[in-house]
Structures are given as C-alpha cells and as structure tokens.
C-alpha cells in the first residue's frame, strides 16, 4: 500500500506540475497576443504619421509653388487614408476580445483617436469633392443658360 500512496502523491503532483504548464502556457498565449495586438496598434499610428507627414509636406510644397500637388496625386493620398481604415475593423475585434479578458493596450487611446480623425479627413474630403463637383455642374448649367 506504501507504495501505491507513493505513486498516488507522485501522480498528483505530476498532474499538478502538468496542469500548471498548461495554465502558464494558456497566459502566455493570451499575453502575446496582446502583446501582438499592440503591435498592431502602433503599426497603424506609425503609418498614419508617416501618411499625414507626406500629405503636409505635399500641400506645403504645393503652397510654396515648389511642387504640383496634381488631382492625381492628392486622390492618390485619399486613397492611402482609405486604405489605412481598412484593417481597423479587424483590430477593433481584436481589441474588444482583449478588453473583455481583462487586458489593457497601452496605445488603444492614440490608436481611437487616429481612427476618429482618419474618419473624419475621409468625410471632410470626400465632402469637399462633392462640393466642388456641384460647383462645376452649377456653373455650366449657368453657361448653359
């Protein structure tokens, strides 16, 4: 009977060693993604910076007569911001789920705000676009007249 207590005591504490790598296993899966996510996050922050740097520096150049900041080009950059959305769908499910377990993303703060004002340069654009295409059709409805 010594012997079967042994192993019984053995067993337990090879369930408990086993239970407790799977447990560790288990956090570090959940930190690294959270880790992942926030990677993810400041990935999109850096590409929004460097985005609005070069969308500036064009304008600048434009105003300063030193480049021609083409239609082409400035629906080029539009369609850089459109892109940079794309993938906040998917990063906001991630984030979500993190939330909900408890976790905190150390730049989910600056990361929201860019998507708000991503959103916002979007709609001020596409607004302006509209704007300006009205004005031509307004104006050869006149010459029209």
């Known amino acids: 009977m010594t012997g079967n207590l042994c192993l019984n005591v053995a067993e337990r504490r090879v369930r408990e060693f086993a239970d ?12 690294m993604e959270c880790w992942k996510c926030q990677e993810l996050l400041q990935k999109g922050i850096d590409a929004y910076r460097w985005l609005t740097q070069a969308d500036a520096f064009l304008r600048e150049a434009d105003y300063q007569g030193v480049f021609d900041f083409s239609p082409e080009l400035q629906d080029a950059v539009n369609t850089l911001y459109q892109a940079w ?18 976790y905190q993303l150390d730049n989910l703060q600056e990361f929201r705000e860019i998507c708000e004002q991503v959103e916002e340069i979007i709609d001020n654009r596409e ?13 050869s409805e006149d010459t029209d007249e």
């Open 20 to 31: 407790e790598a799977d447990a560790l296993l288990a956090s570090h899966s959940e930190a």
């Open 85 to 102: 959305l794309q993938p906040c769908e998917f990063a906001e499910r991630r984030i979500v789920a993190l939330l909900e377990r408890g």
């Open 127 to 139: 607004w302006r676009k509209a704007a300006a295409q009205a004005r031509i059709l307004a104006s």
